[in-house]
């Protein structure tokens, strides 16, 4: 048995999950590998000796992202995926087959796995690699909810993407910023609305940045939502701007696609769904810090009852519309 360490940082709903764990031993990296990711089987064909396996993993929901390190050449064997999963060499190469396809992975070329097929990795000693894992009915939803109808799945991504330039290159930086984050314990991914956008965006980024059958439509011009489908957005942020509405959520209610409903609120209200839910936000805050006694209440007692998670970017906020700090407001309604 090798030496484990295992750490996870527990988190509030709705917010990241991280944890990280180094072992010298076969079995304990095969179980944190079934943990996180899927049931694998794993092999040394140098031999145990000199394996050592590092990770550093954080989810969002459906989304996993982890930096794995291999210090011996190492198999991993998965008879079926339930995700999509996508392997992002930073050292070392990754032998891979998949779907009757062979590519090699590299810091410059990426693998792509999907759903439904067996999976065979070999993995260079002292390799190391981004993986990111996507569970299928989230990739899926958000495909279906950006296009506004169902999709018929799985989605048919290419084998491989090019790392060295374009939307690739870009979308891997992404990823590499959510890991970075969630290292920092004051990181604004530790608020649960910019955990889901961040999250959000790696899926969108992904379905933006590869080829298969949807993207002419999925990149197509969208039409703008009719007026009476965005006043369907609006009365519902009217109603509850506290709550933690997403842009697919406004969508929905709309009956639009997210795209469709970004126009429509772009071509009628000359501004994006979140910029209003903000701006609305912010109005019920100032009315309400205007009246309130600040013997009974507090700024962040108001700023969580209108909707804003994180205190600082809510004075940030409030300034900027109003030309003063959200406490000077409230002690001028003493």
Known sequence: MGEVHFRTVPAAPGSPT??????????DTRSLLNRFYYPVAVGTPAGPEGFRFEAEVIQLGPLTVGHLEFGAPVTVVAAELDAYHVSMPT?????????????????????????????????DAYSAELNVKIERPALEHELATLLGHPVTGPIDLPPSMDLRTGAARSWRRLVQLLRRESGEQGSLI?????????RLSVLDGLLLTVPHRYTDELTAPAPAGPPRAIQRAIDAIQDEPERQF?????????????????EGFRRHVECSPMSYLQTVRLGRAHDALRREDPARVSVATVAHRTGFAHLGRFASAYRARFGECPSETLRGAD
């Open 190 to 198: 530790w608020q649960p609305l910019i955990a889901e956008q961040l």
């Open 91 to 123: 050292a070392g190469r990754i032998h891979a087959r998949h779907a009757g396809r062979e590519v090699v992975a590299s810091p410059s070329t990426g693998v792509v796995f999907g759903p439904g097929r067996p999976v065979y990795t070999m993995h």
């Open 246 to 262: 997403s842009v697919g959520d406004l969508a929905r209610i709309a009956g639009l696609s997210v795209r469709s409903l970004q």
């Open 18 to 27: 991280t944890a990280s764990f180094s072992s010298a031993d076969i079995d």
